[in-house]
């Protein structure tokens, strides 16, 4: 007779659902420090800005979009395609205008220049994110290049320990997920300086810690945070 297979099954493991955590990008649950008080303080200045124009400039993940979106709700203002700002300007009228990572291709020289044009023209205000100051954006159009160095420039820095404490404190309060505070500084110490990282950490973190039904440790950060630093898209849990 033979034996019988030993058919052990694996407990199921719980698979979270993906709810759709947003970042909250309000005014209120904006994190203050000294890499991002000054263009803080411009976006609550709003509509007394010291020129038509305003470019806030930072590295990626440095938290441009957070402000320009806080500052598009306050202005009621256009998002506008940075490659395609010309179809925008007839329908503009008085209204701000919004233009995202605006130096991420090649800056379309004569759509901003008659783009800033029209937005003086209208006694409004006009704000761009970019990566770079307007210097290094290749402009090839004098009085394009004399618009921006008109327009205020106010620079965003990478995010120091205490904002990227309170964004990575804030990012697991919007999953209502309570974690101590040694892994919040061991995280800050440990990932790149960068608000995109954070948020791609929580979420990995979450979504381990429902996996294993398990709290957030130090010892699951230091997993997740290796893993991570590996180049691992995904890792066996």
């Known amino acids: 007779m033979s034996q019988m297979p030993d058919n052990k099954i694996d407990p199921p493991r719980q698979l979270p659902l993906d709810l759709g955590h947003g ?4 005014r209120d649950e904006l994190v203050v420090s000294g890499t991002n008080s000054q263009a803080v303080a411009l976006v609550d200045r709003w509509p007394d800005w010291p020129s038509p124009a305003i470019v806030l400039a930072g590295p990626a993940g440095s938290g441009k979009t957070h402000l320009a979106s806080i500052w598009r709700a306050r202005a009621g203002a256009v998002a506008v395609d940075a490659g395609r700002i ?8 008085a209204r701000p205008a919004l233009i995202d990572d605006v130096d991420a291709g090649p800056v379309d020289d004569e759509g901003l220049f008659h783009l800033i044009n029209a937005v003086r023209g209208a006694g409004s205000t006009l704000l761009l994110t ?3 100051f307007p210097s290094a954006w290749g402009v090839r159009l004098p009085d394009l290049a004399s618009r921006l160095k008109a327009a205020a420039t106010v620079e965003i820095h990478e995010p120091d320990d205490l904002l990227l404490a309170g964004v990575i404190t804030k990012l697991f309060a919007d999953r209502q997920v309570e974690v101590e505070p040694h892994v919040v500084q061991y995280l800050v110490r440990r990932i790149e300086r960068s608000l995109a990282t ?3 950490v929580v979420e990995r973190l979450d979504r381990t810690a429902l996996e294993r ?5 130090r010892a ?4 997740t945070v290796s893993a991570m630093d590996e180049g691992q898209g995904e890792f066996e849990i």
């Open 23 to 26: 970042t909250g990008y309000s």
């Open 86 to 93: 010309g179809d925008c300007i007839a329908s503009l009228g």
């Open 130 to 132: 970019a990566r770079r």
């Open 198 to 200: 954070a948020m791609r």
């Open 213 to 217: 039904k398990t709290p957030i440790t």
């Open 220 to 223: 699951l950060a230091a997993e």
